[in-house]
């Protein structure tokens, strides 16, 4: 960490050191503007970091984002990042059981070995042929929509004209999607598995007539032209680490342990008051990038905050000393888990979580998606571990609103998670809890993470992953050229509460720093 020079003004002042903030400061630096990033906590990353969250355990967890799919390309190469993603072998397996009898559904890259799949979990040809329909339609839309997320915002109409696919723009951007995934698809399991990517930390139902589950599933699908997620190698945390060692390189000053808690302007100028163990300063900018919510940018800058947020989701890591078999004897677990294992994800399951958590009580059957990443890359593991067979697995609960939790967190987050757990043994040949392995003071390694946890621990409001509703990709009344902009000309919103923000990306920090270089 650098102290800030207390007597220098620089050209821009980042609020927050999560990658957002980084891909900006990285840009602005080497674009030769004076930087200087404030971070709260005593690390940079935000929720994009590796740790290892068990006593005595040389495991690197991507702790809370875990994959990568709409990181642009250009920012890797634009910025020299010695940073690299590896493609999973399977996209998904979903187990089941039909007719008593364990079975599951196989996604993967090998054309045979799906359709084989489907068929033989369905009876026939009919949903795959269904399946290459819908991806083939969600492919087109993704190659003309991911490379705008770096171009100024296109007009609403701009965006349809690029698509250029008038069933698609219906199935996406004007009906809720749950019309689109019922019209392809008969299979309920199959529907179901559609329908996950449009509720990851968005709690919604298939028909919401807001569609902010059509906009989840649009940037879900949309990455790299393709939709692919990839697992960061070396986890999360090598991605910031990059970035925090490209900025530093150029020339910003990192200052870690500042807590930003006011920012004055006059359009023009700005000062941000930081808070120190040591006591406060200010800091002088000509602009300010503010990469936290926009309930933070609010409280800063004195302005009335926007509505609340609410994230919805459980996130799990585990360490294992051996991956569970499981029941259906054709699959292979290294191959089931390498991609997103679906639990409790059947079309109806789903809607039947939403109703759950919608009456204000916990799903029955809560859903969730498990990968292991250490099969696709083990070297978040010493060779020690990673020869002794251990692995990592991230859990994504679904369905699992922050209003649940405000009673009593500690309580119902536990329940939770033995009742998430119960759904994957339902379909192992073994209870998990055997295979969980053990830290140095003899406890099982497993830990969870609600959305008021992530609210205390990174301050994500209502622990909303996406710190508010996600955005359509296109300009509307009020979003600015950038999608960054906001009452003041020299203040920036650069974090995922920016238009076109969310998941991994950098695209809010790289739009924020070409949003202040165009302003000269």
């Given at each position: 960490m650098t102290p800030p020079r207390a007597s220098r003004a620089y050209d821009a002042v980042i609020v927050g050191g999560g990658h957002n903030g980084l891909v900006a400061a990285a840009y602005l630096a080497r674009a030769g503007r004076s930087v200087l990033v404030l971070e709260r906590l005593g690390h940079t990353g935000g929720a994009a970091v590796s740790t290892r969250p068990f006593a005595g355990v040389d495991a690197r967890l991507s702790r809370y984002s875990y994959l990568v799919s709409l990181l642009p390309p250009k920012i890797v190469r634009d910025l020299g990042l010695d940073f690299r993603v590896r493609a999973r072998t399977v996209s998904s397996y979903t187990p089941a059981e039909r007719h008593g009898r364990p079975t599951g559904l196989l996604v993967g890259w090998d054309e045979r070995r799906t359709r084989e799949s489907f068929a033989a979990l369905t009876g026939s040809d009919r949903e795959y042929a269904a399946w290459q329909r819908f991806y083939g339609m969600t492919g087109h839309v993704a190659r003309r929509v991911f490379p705008t997320l770096t171009e100024p915002l296109p007009a609403r109409e701009e965006l349809r004209r690029r698509i250029d696919d008038e069933d698609a723009w219906r199935a996406l951007f004007e009906e809720p999607v749950g019309v689109a995934i019922e019209e392809h698809f008969a299979d309920d399991l199959v529907r179901g598995v559609a329908l996950t990517d449009a509720l990851i930390g968005t709690f919604a139902d298939a028909h919401d007539p807001t569609l902010r589950q059509n906009r989840c599933f649009l940037y879900h699908v949309i990455g790299g032209g393709t939709?692919?997620?990839?697992?960061?190698?070396?986890?999360?945390?090598?991605?910031?680490?990059?970035?925090?060692?490209?900025?530093?390189?150029?020339?910003?000053?990192?200052?870690?342990?500042?807590?930003?808690?006011?920012?004055?302007?006059?359009?023009?100028?700005?000062?941000?008051?930081?808070?120190?163990?040591?006591?406060?300063?200010?800091?002088?900018?000509?602009?300010?990038?503010?990469?936290?919510?926009?309930?933070?940018?609010?409280?800063?800058?004195?302005?009335?905050?926007?509505?609340?947020?609410?994230?919805?989701?459980?996130?799990?890591?585990?360490?294992?000393?051996?991956?569970?078999?499981?029941?259906?004897?054709?699959?292979?677990?290294?191959e089931a888990f390498a991609g997103t294992f679906h639990i409790a994800e059947g079309y109806e399951q789903l809607a039947a979580a939403y109703a759950d958590a919608a009456a204000g009580e916990?799903?029955?059957?809560?859903?969730?998606?498990?990968?292991?990443?250490?099969?696709?890359?083990?070297?978040?593991?010493?060779?020690?571990?990673?020869?002794?067979?251990?692995?990592?697995?991230?859990?994504?609960?679904?369905?699992?609103?922050?209003?649940?939790?405000?009673?009593?967190?500690?309580?119902?987050?536990?329940?939770?998670?033995?009742?998430?757990?119960?759904?994957?043994?339902?379909?192992?040949?073994?209870?998990?809890?055997?295979?969980?392995?053990?830290?140095?003071?003899?406890?099982?390694?497993?830990?969870?993470?609600?959305?008021?946890?992530?609210?205390?621990?990174?301050?994500?409001?209502?622990?909303?992953?996406?710190?508010?509703?996600?955005?359509?990709?296109?300009?509307?009344?009020?979003?600015?050229?950038?999608?960054?902009?906001?009452?003041?000309?020299?203040?920036?919103?650069?974090?995922?509460?920016?238009?076109?923000?969310?998941?991994?990306?950098?695209?809010?920090?790289?739009?924020?720093?070409?949003?202040?270089?165009?302003?000269?």
């Open positions: 939709g692919a997620w990839d697992v960061p190698v070396g986890g999360m945390g090598a991605l910031t680490d990059a970035l925090a060692g490209a900025a530093r390189a150029a020339g910003a000053v990192l200052a870690t342990g500042y807590e930003a808690v006011r920012v004055d302007t006059d359009g023009t100028t700005a000062e941000v008051t930081y808070r120190t163990a040591d006591g406060e300063g200010v800091a002088a900018a000509r602009h300010v990038l503010v990469n936290a919510a926009p309930r933070e940018l609010a409280a800063l800058t004195g302005q009335a905050p926007p509505p609340p947020a609410e994230g919805a989701q459980l996130k799990v890591n585990m360490l294992l000393k051996r991956l569970p078999k499981l029941r259906d004897p054709a699959a292979d677990p290294r916990p799903p029955a059957a809560p859903p969730s998606e498990i990968y292991c990443h250490s099969l696709t890359d083990p070297t978040i593991l010493v060779p020690d571990l990673a020869g002794r067979g251990l692995h990592t697995l991230t859990l994504f609960g679904l369905h699992t609103p922050a209003r649940l939790f405000a009673h009593d967190n500690d309580a119902v987050r536990d329940d939770l998670l033995k009742a998430t757990l119960a759904q994957l043994d339902a379909h192992l040949a073994e209870p998990l809890a055997d295979c969980l392995a053990t830290d140095a003071d003899g406890r099982p390694c497993i830990e969870a993470r609600s959305p008021l946890d992530l609210e205390r621990d990174l301050r994500l409001p209502g622990g909303n992953i996406f710190h508010r509703e996600l955005s359509w990709p296109h300009a509307a009344e009020g979003t600015g050229r950038w999608g960054v902009e906001t009452g003041q000309p020299n203040v920036l919103l650069c974090g995922a509460g920016a238009v076109r923000g969310g998941g991994v990306s950098g695209v809010p920090g790289h739009n924020a720093a070409m949003a202040v270089l165009e302003q000269g």
